[in-house]
DNA sequence: GCGACAG
DNA sequence: ATCTTGTCGC
């Protein structure tokens, strides 16, 4: 819970990058997931060429029933009009703020969340998947479809191979390149908010089904980008 | 100066 | 992110 009263969605992208470099040291990397019963997927999609936000998040009992199969105990969708443009590196500046009025609307209170987007694996160490965990004091993973910043070898072919993504001059271990699909590309893991990349490929390849991406990610996906019929708006 | 660049 | 046809595989 940074400081509320200071923190402007709204920065110039030099205000921004300040804020984000102050964050960042506030992110922590350690390992507090004992009782998770509630695990939670986000992702933001849009409407109207962009001029509406849509953040949704899917709420799923853990453990699964079986393999993949989750039992989903809440949905919200959240709509307001987008306020910043795609900046690389400041996405948390567009999206963080339509997520947390999606969480205000949340019934349960999940013990852990998966975030559509890069956690630490950021240039200033600060992706949304960070900026959103510290600012609900949430443990996070960040799970992206492909990379921003980061070198790294390729996987190895079979499902939960994966290879260290590394950035610096010092080779600093920023996340994981993960095979979640054999055939298919790469997903990238990186450690959120309190959670390190141990525990954050664990829970990853726990929630794997047959896809590519994890079932939280999954489903907040279909549900943000209303490609999920069912209930929802 | 020339690329790279989450969603 | 979003748009959009066809195609491949279980």
Redesign the pocket.
Known sequence: MPDTALHDWNLAPKEAIALQKRLAGRVEREDRLDTVRHLAGV?????Q??AIT?AAVVVLAWPPEAEGAFTVVERVVHREPTRM????????FR?VPAALGAFEKLTTRPQLAMV???GIA?PRR????S?LGLWLDLPTI?V??????GRHDEPGPARGDWVPLVDGPEDETIGAVLRSRAKVKPI?VSPGHRVSLHTALDWVVACLGRTKLPEPTRLA?RL???RDFKKGE
Do not use: M, N, W
């Open positions: 992702d933001i999609g849009f409407e060429d962009g849509r443009p795609y900046v690389p590196g400041l996405l948390s999206e559509d987007g890069q950021h600060i992706g949304v998947a900026h960040g992206a479809k492909t990379r921003l910043c990238f996906d943000a980008s209303r």
